[in-house]
């Protein structure tokens, strides 16, 4: 079992510390897709998994999700989120374990969710569609200092609803003097890179556990076309992520390292729990 950097008191005791320096942007990895923003007192969630729902879900299926990293902290005791976001309804993206004890925990939180999946988040989370907030695409949300953009994502292919509204969103969230793009689940897809490219990506979080028939799930990036997306893009600094969860379904990031060097791609990679400032 791998051991997160920080866990429980030591994790909040190191997001309290990072508010002493409130003009950086500090992200902490929680595993997975899951990341911690916070900006001068707000704190965003993106698509945070701090259960075990998939693990009892799938035990003794052919599909077991056997965890490979500790959780860094329980949800119920994150009690100053402002906004947490949903890229897709898969529950590593939309757990409600996590969403629900996050909102006992914090009454006022916005949950942000492509409207393609408003009515489907509603019924995983037993909560009115009106009480989530949905996103289309060029239709820009504010929450507090935080503006999220709707992008597509494709996992693995391309989907929309009757509205023409993504079911697979990334969000690129524009803060302060920072914007940084979080796609989710994804491939890379004809138009993708022009896409981004309308925005100064000053960090990218991009998965990196590829895609592989064997698996029996929706692939991603590998961590070569993570590098080579990130580099298209012109993103200042790329964290890869969504590896090391599940033992069926992961990567290691040197194929990720390797590719980004070759092509002198700015990176960080962050160890579980651990936080990266700019």
């Known amino acids: 079992m791998i051991h997160p950097v920080k866990t429980n008191d030591s994790f909040l005791a190191d997001v309290k510390q990072a508010q002493t320096e409130p003009e950086r942007l500090h992200v902490w990895w929680l595993g997975q897709s899951g990341f911690l923003v916070q900006w001068k007192g707000e704190h965003l969630l993106l698509d945070p998994y701090l259960s075990d729902s998939l693990t009892r879900k799938y035990s003794g299926t052919d ?14 005791r994150l009690n100053f989120i402002d906004v947490v976001t949903s890229s897709h309804n898969h529950t590593d993206h939309l757990d409600g374990e996590t969403i629900l004890a996050l909102l006992k925990a914090n009454a006022g939180m916005v949950i942000l969710v492509s409207e393609a999946n408003k009515e489907f988040a509603a019924n995983r989370l037993q909560i009115p569609p009106e009480r989530l907030t949905g996103i289309a695409l060029d239709h820009p949300v504010r929450v507090g200092s935080f503006l999220f953009n709707a992008v597509p994502s494709a996992h693995e292919v391309l989907e929309f609803d009757a509205d023409n509204n993504s079911r697979y969103i990334g969000l690129v969230v524009q803060v302060g003097r920072w914007t940084f793009y979080h796609p989710g689940d994804t491939v890379r897809y004809p138009g993708m890179a022009e896409k981004l490219r309308r925005w100064p990506i000053d960090l990218a979080f991009l998965p990196i556990n590829g895609s592989d028939p064997i698996r029996g799930v929706a692939g991603n990036l590998s961590g070569t076309e993570a590098a080579q997306l990130a580099h298209d893009i012109q993103a200042k600094l790329a964290v890869p992520c969504h590896y090391e969860m599940f033992e069926f379904n992961t990567a290691t990031p040197e194929e990720f390292i390797r590719a980004a060097d070759e092509i002198s791609q700015p990176y960080r990679v962050l160890k579980c729990g651990e936080r990266l400032s700019l």
């Open 63 to 76: 599909k077991p999700h056997v965890r490979m990293t500790e959780r860094v902290v329980a949800p119920e």
